[in-house]
């Protein structure tokens, strides 16, 4: 049974046999380009944190991602409740 299908980098790929089962992690290689100020900024925060300068990147990357999630959820919801609370937002304006 094959988790991910071959050529999909950072997927997990499951490979199951009659005696064990092996997971493997494909990874994608790139190099990341900084200047200065952006080198020592990445070295500080890897620093604080007591971590690599890659997983200091790692973790930026994610949490960047999480954080623009979070605010599309919330650009919804508050579409959502000035549509369905509409009248009552006039109301309460007067």
Do not use: C, F, W
């Not at 094959?2 to 999909?8: S, Y």
């Not at 605010?71 to 009552?88: K, M, Q």
Request: charge should be positive.
């Amino acid at each position: 049974m094959e988790g991910a299908r071959p050529g999909r980098p950072g997927l997990l790929r499951t490979t199951v046999t009659s005696r064990y089962q092996s997971d493997t992690i494909n990874l994608m290689a790139m190099t990341l380009r900084l200047n200065e100020q952006q080198e020592r900024a990445l070295a500080a925060l890897a620093e604080a944190d007591g971590i690599s300068k890659q997983e200091a990147a790692v973790r930026a990357i994610t949490d960047a991602a999480a954080r623009r999630g979070h605010e599309a959820r919330v650009r919804e919801a508050s579409a959502s409740g000035r549509e369905r609370y509409a009248a009552l937002l006039d109301r309460l304006a007067q």
